[in-house]
């Protein structure tokens, strides 16, 4: 089973976090949330965090991952918000099962292929010699010739953990990741289509939804909107929770 951190009460709204993070990611917004009047369940998907590790790593997995976990709490009729891979799962979620799903937002990720692109990260990742048990400023060093964004490498060190004393881990599954990496690409199959309300929210910054992509998005979410938050990058719920938060919850309103 996933693990998750339930907040409030209300009408289920699920989070899921994007590649190589963790439900710990989505704490503060997910309290607010949980005071807009939802009961909020921020999960740790599939290599991730502290869910199950597996050989099997899919967005087809993920799905069902997703879909056993509302099954097992009994959600339905649930709202979804998901930042980036996780925004691929819950598009995936909604056109499979629109049953389970009320409303959608998609964090800065579009329904379409994106080429490998996380060469460097994970550079950086397989640079860190565990054996050696290093520090956790060793590490950061370590990583820092091939992430040189202070950003990326902070949002990465969230995911190192004491295993036990003196030795440090990653919480994710990085050798799956290494095997599987070009599924964190794959698009959202053809027929894949979910009609109820949509809403995708990009950054400024961000090239991950171009104006180009609105067409394609529209096919496959044809009452799909889309809003754009100024002057921030990929990680846009994190460098502007304020408006994150606004644009989010009077669309679930």
Known sequence: MLYSKIEGSGKPLLILHGFLGMSDNWKTLGAQFAADGFQVHMI?????????????F?????????????????LQNINIIGHS??????????TTHPELVDKLIVADIGP??????????LAGLNAVDFSKKPTRSEVEEIMSPHIPDFGTRQFLMKSLYWQEPGQLAFRFNLEV??????????????N?????????IRGGKSNYILDSDFENIKQHFPDASLETIPNV?????????????????????
Not at 58 to 74: G, H, L, R, T
Not at 85 to 94: E, I, N, S, T, Y
């Open 233 to 253: 990058g990929h990680w846009l719920h994190a460098e502007n929770p304020i408006l994150f938060h606004q644009i989010a919850s009077s669309f679930l309103k």
């Open 112 to 121: 379409k292929f994106y080429p490998q692109h996380h060469q460097d990260i």
């Open 85 to 94: 891979m996780g925004g691929k799962v819950a598009m995936l979620l909604a």
């Open 58 to 74: 899919s967005y087809e997995i993920m799905v069902q991952d997703i879909f056993d976990y509302c099954q097992a709490n009994s």
């Open 177 to 190: 990741f290494n095997k599987k990496m070009e599924e964190i690409g794959v698009p959202l199959p053809p």
């Open 44 to 56: 740790d998907l599939r290599n991730h965090g502290r869910s199950l590790h597996s050989e099997e």
């Open 192 to 200: 894949a289509i979910f009609e109820k309300p949509t809403l995708f």
